[in-house]
C-alpha cells in the first residue's frame, strides 16, 4: 500500500487513522524483531485522535497541507522528540529525555505524520550489522538468525515487518542503504545538506545525513520532499529552501538521454558475489533495453574508500562524543561520584559506551593526536578529494551511476563480530557516495538462492535527488512483481 | 608517511585511550592494540597516493559542500522553557542543585 492510497481510504472512510495507528501499534507491541527501542503509544493515539478530528471537520484528506496525513512513521533513536526517550541504543543515554524535537521529525509531524516510536540501531550509529545496540540485536525481518544490516537496522526491518509504514534513518557510510539493501526496502541518503540535522545526534559530521526508509520509492520521494530544504538552526543545510523532488520522481525518465555510468571498480575485484553481480547484470540489461545508454567510468580511487572514511569518520566521532561527560545529560555510575579527579570522573562516565564505540574513539584520537595527524587526519582528507574529483570526472559522462550496494547479501549474526576490519570492508561501495556528499539510493533488484534480498544503489551529482528516484521508480514498478516473488518465495 | 603506521603497541593503546577518557580494562587493550593494528596495517595504503607537494598539494576535502557562513540576526528567544519558565534541558542532567549543573567534588 502507498500513501496515497492510504488517504483514499480515509476519505472513503474505510480505515480512520486510529485504527491504522493501532493496527501499527499492536503490530510493533507484538514484534519480536527488537526493532523498537521506545514506543510512543499515547503520544501516537493522541495524534491519531486529532487527525480523525481533522478528517471529520475537512470531509477528505488535506493532501496539499498534510502530505503524510495520518501515515504512522518511526524514528532512528539517534533523532530527538522533545520529551521522548532517545537513546542512540547506547547505556551511555539510556535514560535521555531531550527538551527539543530535531528538525527532521518536526517536518513530518508538521505535514501529518504520526510517529509510533523510536528505533533501535548500532550503537550512536556505528556498525554494519546492528549487533552493536546496548538493548540487544535487530532481527532480520524474513530470514531470522541473520542480520538486518546497519547501522539503521531498527529502521528496515520496522518497514518490512510492517510495524511502521515508513520510518526514518540516518547513513554516515551505507547505515540507510545496506539494511534497505539487505532487508529488501527502499532507503535514500540525501545529498550532503538536504535534510537539516538540527536535533540529530552526531556520529561524524561531515558525512552524517538522515534519510528516508520506505517501501516504494514514490513515498521516499514523498517524505523527503517534506523533510528537505534549508534550516536556519543548521548551518549545514542548503540555502534552497524548497525541492521540487515529489514531482521529479514521478516523471518518467527521458531513457534515451539517459547515461547510466558503471564503475569498472565495483566489480568482482572489489569481492563481489556471483549472486549480487548476477541480479546487478540483469538490471543494467532492462535498463538498456528502455533506450539507456550504459558508460563504462571508472572511480580510480575506489579503493581508499574504507581508509579515507575509518580516519574521517572516527576522528569526527572521538570529537563529536566528547560531549558524553556524564555531567549535563547521559548516565553517571556511582564509580563516578567516588573519582578522585576530573579525568578519573570522565573515564567512569564514560565506562558506558559499548566496545565498538571505544575502539572508534580510540582510533580517532589516535589520529588527530599531535605526530599522527599530518599522516593519517589530513593525508585522509587529501584522497578524500581526489574521490570526489573522480565522481566529477564521472559525471561529465554519464548522468547516474549503477553499482551494487553490497558485495554480498545478509550474513549471520555472530559472522564478522570478531573482525571489525571485514565488516568495514563491507562497505565499500556506499562509503563513497558519502565522502562526496552525493545522493544515493538503494532500491531492491532481485534476490539470492536463500531468498535474501539484494539492493541496487543509485547515486547522481549533488542535488540530483529528484532525478534518482524518477529512475528508481520507473526500475521498481517493472520489477515489482518479481521482487514480491523472490520475497514471498523466502518466507514460506 | 612521517610516522610508522601499523606499530601501534599496548602502551600506545593505553596512551590514547588515556587521551581519550576512556577507561580500558588488560583484556581490552590486547583486543583493541590487536584490531587496531589490522585497520591501521590496512590504512597504509594511503601512503602510496601521490598528494604532490608545495604548490601542487592537494588540499584537503573537510567537507563535501562549498558552505559559506550563514549569519543570523542575534536575537534571544525562548527554547525549552517550561511552565515554571526554568529550560528544560537541566532536566536531562543526571545532578542538578539551584539551577546549575551538580558535580562531585574532583579538584
Known amino acids: 500500500m502507498k500513501i496515497s492510497e492510504i488517504h483514499d481510504a480515509f476519505d472513503q472512510k474505510t480505515l480512520s487513522v486510529l485504527q491504522i495507528t493501532q493496527q501499527y501499534l499492536a503490530a510493533a507491541q507484538a514484534s519480536k524483531h527488537n526493532a523498537f527501542l ?114 539503521s537496522g531498527g529502521s528496515a526491518t520496522a518497514v518490512k515487518a510492517k510495524l511502521c509504514f ?124 528502455q533506450g539507456a545508454k550504459l558508460v563504462p567510468v571508472s572511480l580510480p580511487h575506489t579503493k581508499y574508500a574504507v581508509s579515507i572514511y575509518y580516519i574521517v569518520a572516527v576522528s569526527e566521532a572521538s570529537s563529536n562524543l566528547s560531549r558524553m561527560d556524564g555531567v549535563r545529560f547521559g548516565v553517571r555510575n556511582k564509580d563516578a561520584d567516588q573519582a578522585p579527579n576530573l579525568a578519573g570522573f570522565y573515564k567512569k562516565v564514560r565506562s558506558g559506551f559499548g566496545p565498538e564505540v571505544k575502539r572508534r574513539i580510540i582510533l580517532g584520537t589516535f589520529a588527530l593526536s599531535s605526530g599522527y595527524y599530518d599522516a593519517y587526519y589530513k593525508r585522509a582528507c587529501q584522497v578524500r578529494r581526489l574521490v570526489k574529483n573522480d565522481f566529477d570526472q564521472a559525471f561529465t559522462q554519464c548522468d547516474v551511476i549503477a553499482a551494487p550496494v553490497s558485495q554480498s547479501t545478509a550474513f549471520k549474526r555472530g559472522e564478522k563480530l570478531s573482525d571489525p576490519l571485514a565488516m568495514y570492508l563491507n562497505d565499500i561501495f556506499t562509503i563513497p557516495a558519502n565522502l562526496a556528499g552525493l545522493p544515493a539510493l538503494s532500491v531492491p533488484c532481485g534476490a539470492d538462492s536463500r531468498g535474501l534480498s539484494i539492493g541496487l544503489q543509485l547515486m547522481g551529482p549533488q542535488y540530483s535527488d529528484g532525478k534518482l528516484l524518477s529512475v528508481a521508480r520507473a526500475f521498481e514498478v517493472a520489477h515489482s512483481a518479481d521482487t514480491a516473488t523472490a520475497q514471498s518465495g523466502a518466507r514460506s | 608517511m612521517s610516522q610508522a603506521p601499523g606499530k601501534i603497541d599496548e602502551d600506545l593503546t593505553r596512551k590514547v585511550a ?42 584537503p576535502l573537510i567537507q563535501p559542500i562549498e558552505l559559506s557562513t550563514p549569519l543570523r540576526q542575534d536575537v534571544a528567544r525562548a527554547f525549552g522553557v517550561d511552565e515554571q519558565g526554568n529550560p528544560r534541558v537541566m532536566k536531562s542532567a543526571p545532578e542538578v542543585m539551584d539551577g546549575g549543573y551538580q558535580v562531585p567534588p574532583v579538584l
Not at chain 1, 550532503?192 to 521516499?220: C, H, K, W
Not at chain 2, 590487536?34 to 597516493?49: A, F, K, M, R
Request: glycine share 10%; aromatic share 6%.
Open chain 1, 38 to 151: 521506545t514506543i510512543c503509544d499515547q503520544r501516537a493515539l493522541d495524534q491519531a485522535r486529532k487527525a480523525d478530528q481533522v478528517l471529520a471537520r475537512e470531509g477528505k484528506v488535506p493532501r496539499e497541507k498534510l502530505p503524510l496525513f495520518g501515515i504512522p512513521l518511526a524514528i532512528k533513536d539517534l533523532l530527538t522528540i522533545e520529551g521522548v526517550r532517545t537513546t542512540c541504543a547506547s547505556k551511555m543515554l539510556e535514560n535521555y529525555v531531550p527538551p527539543y524535537t530535531s528538525t527532521a521529525v518536526a517536518r513530518l509531524e508538521a505535514a501529518g505524520a504520526i510517529t509510533l516510536g523510536k528505533l533501535n540501531m548500532d550503537e550512536f550509529a556505528m556498525g554494519g550489522s546492528n549487533e552493536n545496540s546496548a538493548f540487544g540485536p535487530v532481527e532480520h525481518p524474513t530470514h531470522p538468525g541473520y542480520v538486518p544490516g546497519g547501522s
Open chain 2, 18 to 59: 588515556e587521551l581519550a577518557r576512556l577507561e580500558v580494562s588488560d583484556a581490552e587493550v590486547k583486543l583493541f592494540t590487536s584490531q587496531l593494528g589490522d585497520i591501521l596495517s590496512y590504512i597504509t595504503q594511503l601512503s602510496e597516493v601521490d598528494v604532490g607537494t608545495g604548490d601542487r598539494e592537494i588540499q
Open chain 1, 166 to 289: 515508513a520510518s526514518l534513518g540516518t547513513d554516515t557510510g551505507g547505515s540507510i542503504r545496506l539494511p534497505a539493501s539487505y532487508c529488501g526496502v527502499v532507503g535514500m541518503k540525501p545529498t550532503y545538506g538536504m535534510i537539516s540535522r538540527f536535533g540529530l545526534v552526531a556520529f561524524a559530521s561531515s558525512l552524517d545525513q538522515v534519510g528516508p526508509m520506505t517501501e516504494t520509492v514514490e513515498d521516499a520521494a514523498r517524505l523527503l520532499e517534506v523533510m528537505a530544504g534549508n534550516d536556519p538552526l543548521d548551518s549545514t543545510t542548503t540555502p534552497t529552501k524548497n525541492f521540487p523532488i515529489l514531482s521529479e520522481a514521478m516523471k518518467e525518465p527521458n531513457w534515451s538521454g539517459l547515461r547510466i555510468g558503471i564503475p569498472q571498480e565495483y566489480t568482482s575485484k572489489g569481492g563481489l558475489t556471483p549472486e549480487v553481480d548476477r541480479a546487478i547484470q540483469k538490471s543494467l540489461k532492462w535498463f538498456e533495453a
